[in-house]
């Protein structure tokens, strides 16, 4: 139904930044809600983000400060900006909207 692509990710710092971007296809991108999971070596997928319709959004305690997702409707565009990364960031990120996943971009912070 859905197409959902990551970019952005590669090896950083601990300290630096990255950018994550996620482009999806189709016109349906403005009705839905947007959220980055994230699945770090040998753990659970979890999620890290959450953007609704409106704008609203979640995250989950161990990023709240440091990361901030966003969306741009006109270029149907999920954002996650990342700062002060830590190596428990380590994760492979994927985007996720109407149940679908994208395929994932690896983010790896060292110490």
């Known amino acids: 139904q859905v197409q959902l692509v990551e970019s952005g990710g590669g090896l950083v710092q601990a300290g630096g930044s990255l950018r994550l971007s996620c482009v999806t296809s189709g016109s349906t991108f403005r009705d839905n809600a947007m959220a980055w999971y994230r699945q770090a070596p040998g753990k659970q997928r979890e999620v890290v983000a959450s953007i609704s319709r409106s704008g609203a959004t979640t995250y989950v305690d161990s990023v709240k400060g440091r990361f901030t997702i966003s969306r741009d409707n006109a270029k149907e565009t999920v954002y996650l900006q990342m700062n002060s990364l830590k190596p428990e960031d380590t994760a492979v990120y994927y985007c996720?909207?109407?149940?679908?996943w994208g395929k994932g971009t690896l983010v790896t912070v060292s110490s």
């Open positions: 996720y909207a109407l149940g679908t």
